[in-house]
């Protein structure tokens, strides 16, 4: 819909950026901090590994300080799980505690509200070593153990919490959950083992958070990208509604309403994926529902029917982490309509819009966006600029989108661009950058890691500071 008024951003709307610890921490190995699956992947020989990173934990308070001069109301970090329980589970690590308890002070007297993510893909690799992780019944007990303790610590500074990141990820790309060995197929059931594992204990979670008597917010953050039919034909646009169900819906259907829903089901029983549930999980996930969503949003796909036939019979599938054709249900091809990022992320402002009606209106609960940017080969120029119009233009139509979506109804209270400075992309390393901070640094050559404010950098404090207003001004 076009509309004659537009209401402004409300005035405690949550202005924020994000991170994640091993895309920015580096200090893998200091100060007792044990090991994650992070640490162990198979390293690409042209990419960097996470040992050093943007080198946040050293330069902590001068990155906070730019975080003020941004003018941040909100910052989305997570914790590292082994800096606080280095074997995952068992002894606490002073030093990691004191890290965090830094952290969160240095915020709180910029007046900064933390937003907390629990577990943001890097997972003990003890515990898969102990018992197999994710796949295992026994991972719910300690991530449990290991969030209350989080509460107990924190939760007297910090008010909003994420659960686990981008769940559907850590599933599809089995190196996150430790999975070394075993077909695809395989793979999957086990992945979707782990899922079931990971819903009942963020119920788990969600109901110590209510019985701690915690206030403020508390949810996942997804990954959601919009499915649009690649034409008006009935079949593509089933496609798309699979396609978003598989992809996205299944999830959030599990948290926030306690069901695999009958579609969904059948879809994991045809194909052998059905997880083992034991009695009371449904009803500890229907009693437990998020509070809030976080949202990651960064594209959207288009997908057209993909019939069966004998050559690619039910359940065939290309063998890609995240889903991207499967027989007798979609594919996803590229879209005519829309530019895309050099690593070719398909960029689609009204799919956010899309995005946030479609999860308001399904689950009527608050969202916050959890990230949302584009990566991008930043050039550093002369006199330390960076001119990265292509950011400010991504980000402006997404914010003008959000607010649009707010004005027809969704209720979202806070929006985190992701990044807040350059960090290792989860798959692409150094060279794919997302920040408003330049952290000077090459792939493998570390330089100085001097903090450089980009193009983007002014341009968002401007947003803030107009709450909003300045995305409808060139
Ligand atoms: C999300 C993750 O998947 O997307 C982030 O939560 C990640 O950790 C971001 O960095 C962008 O993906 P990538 O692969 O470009 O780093």
Redesign the pocket.
Same mark, same amino acid.
């Given at each position: 819909m076009e509309w004659k008024n537009r209401e402004g951003y409300p005035d405690n709307f949550l202005w924020g950026a994000a991170t994640?610890s091993f895309?920015i921490e580096g200090a893998a190995t200091a100060d007792g901090k044990g090991v994650s699956v992070i640490d162990v992947m198979e390293k690409k020989a042209d990419i960097t590994d996470f040992s050093v990173a943007s080198d946040h934990y050293h330069h902590m308070e001068e990155d906070v300080a730019l975080m003020a001069e941004l003018g941040l109301k909100i910052y989305r970090f997570s914790i590292a799980w082994t800096r606080i329980f280095p074997d995952g589970n068992g002894e606490v690590n002073q030093k990691g505690v004191d890290f965090y308890n830094r952290l969160i002070d240095t915020l709180k007297k910029y007046e900064i509200e933390p937003l907390v993510t629990m577990y943001?893909?890097d997972y003990p690799q003890a515990l898969v070593e102990q018992y197999g992780g994710w796949i295992s019944r026994q991972s719910i007990d300690d991530y449990h153990s290991y969030a209350a303790f989080l509460f107990k610590t924190f939760g007297d500074r910090v008010k909003y919490w994420l659960t686990i *990141?981008?769940q559907d990820?850590v599933i599809r790309f089995s190196s996150r959950l430790g999975i070394t060995e075993g077909s695809y197929i395989e793979k999957m059931w086990l992945g979707y083992q782990a899922n079931h594992h990971m819903c009942v204990a963020t119920a788990r979670v969600i109901e110590t958070f209510h019985r701690l008597g915690m206030k403020g917010k508390i949810g996942p953050a997804v990954?959601y990208s919009w499915i649009h039919p690649s034409s008006s034909n009935p079949a593509d646009v089933l496609a798309s509604k699979d396609a978003a169900l598989i992809k996205n819906n299944y999830l959030l259907d599990l948290h926030c309403k306690g069901i695999y829903s009958k579609a969904f089901w059948k879809y994991l029983e045809e194909r052998n994926y059905t997880p083992k549930i034991n009695e009371g999980d449904m009803e500890l996930i229907r009693q437990n529902p998020p509070t809030m969503i976080g949202v *990651?949003y960064?594209y959207s796909e288009t997908a057209e029917a993909f019939p069966a036939n004998d050559k690619h019979p039910i359940g065939y599938h290309k063998e890609t982490p995240l889903p991207t054709a499967e027989a007798g249900i979609f594919n996803i091809i590229k879209n005519p309509q829309l530019p895309a990022t050099d690593?070719g992320w398909e960029i689609d402002p009204a799919g956010l819009r899309l995005t946030l009606r479609e999860l308001y209106e399904r689950y009527e609960i608050p969202l916050i966006i959890t990230?949302n940017g584009i990566?991008a080969y930043d050039k550093l120029e002369a006199g330390d600029v960076v001119q990265d119009d292509y950011r400010i233009d991504y980000l402006q139509k997404h914010i003008q989108q959000i607010q649009l979506a707010m004005n027809e109804g969704a209720e979202v209270f806070g929006y985190c661009a992701?990044s807040f400075m350059d960090l290792v992309?989860?798959? *692409?390393g150094v060279q794919?950058r997302y920040g408003f901070v330049y952290i000077n640094r090459e792939e493998f050559d570390l330089k100085d890691l001097r903090r450089i404010k980009k193009k983007s950098f002014n341009w968002y404090k401007e947003v803030i500071r107009s709450n909003g207003e300045k995305v409808w001004k060139n």
């Open positions: 994640s895309q943001h893909f *990141n981008e990820h990954s *990651n960064y690593w990230e990566g992701w992309s989860a798959r *692409n794919k």
